[in-house]
């Protein structure tokens, strides 16, 4: 079966903090993708990143950094020098052929 | 600009009427989503649309109903048979529906049914 767990259900942390939403999924395919999403509170999902099950190398981008480890079936996501522009509902999402699965979601409350 | 448009952002109706909601993308992708959202959740399938005149049920198609006659239109109607319609409902589209391509998605429509 397919499933994405995010077990963080709300992290508040002041402006300039580094944070890591969690992301563990369940999977019996060798081959699949995982993706994160934000959600602003405007609603609409924001795509951020895409990896695939054969690339382990960790992504940065700018204060985003995103660490894959198959052994743990996880797919962490950092956000570095945290901004209230930050807040967001975060969304780990698994690809299983035709079918996203999301988590529950993680909401990220950024406090000046 | 290239994206989706759902409207109208807010929709409000009476218990037992049927209502469409509206989605369009210009992106020229193949396929398209329905999701609903419900506080504090992830989002769920509702139907999927991989080519035009055909779609999919998804795992909470029950009470909703899709057409898909054209590429860049896959309106969700929710009928009187959705036990509990209020929610946030989320429209999306991707290149390619058999590839694992990441979804795009429009602002939402909000639908309140009292």
């Known amino acids: 079966a397919q499933k994405v767990t995010q077990a963080q259900t709300e992290i508040s942390v002041v402006e300039k903090e580094d944070v890591t939403l969690d992301c563990v999924y369940e999977?019996?395919?060798?081959?699949?993708?995982l993706f994160w999403y934000k959600q602003p509170p405007s609603g609409e999902l924001v795509f951020l990143i895409r990896r695939n099950s054969f690339d382990e190398q960790n992504e940065i981008s700018g204060r985003y950094s995103w660490n894959f480890q198959k052994s743990t079936s996880s797919f962490n996501f950092t956000i570095t020098a945290s901004q209230v522009v930050d807040s967001a509902v975060y969304f780990c999402?698994?690809?299983?052929?035709?079918?996203?699965?999301f988590g529950s979601g993680t909401k990220l409350n950024v406090k000046p | 600009d290239g994206g989706i448009t759902q409207s109208p952002k807010y929709l409000f109706r009476k218990e037992g009427q049927n209502v469409t909601l509206s989605c369009e993308q210009n992106?020229?992708?193949?396929?398209m989503y329905w999701y609903r959202q419900d506080p504090g959740q992830g989002l769920r399938l509702i139907y999927y649309s991989q080519i035009v005149n055909d779609f999919q049920k998804g795992d909470i198609a029950e009470g909703y109903s899709v057409s898909r006659e054209k590429k860049e239109s896959f309106p969700l109607t929710v009928t009187s048979a959705q036990k509990n319609p209020t929610a946030f409902y989320l429209c999306?589209?991707?290149?390619?529906?058999?590839?694992?391509?990441?979804?795009?998605f429009g602002p939402g429509t909000r639908l309140t049914v009292t």
């Open positions: 992106l020229n992708h193949d396929a």
């Open positions: 999306a589209s991707s290149i390619d529906g058999t590839a694992s391509y990441e979804q795009y």
């Open positions: 999977t019996r395919d060798t081959t699949y993708y």
């Open positions: 999402a698994l690809d299983g052929f035709n079918k996203f699965y």
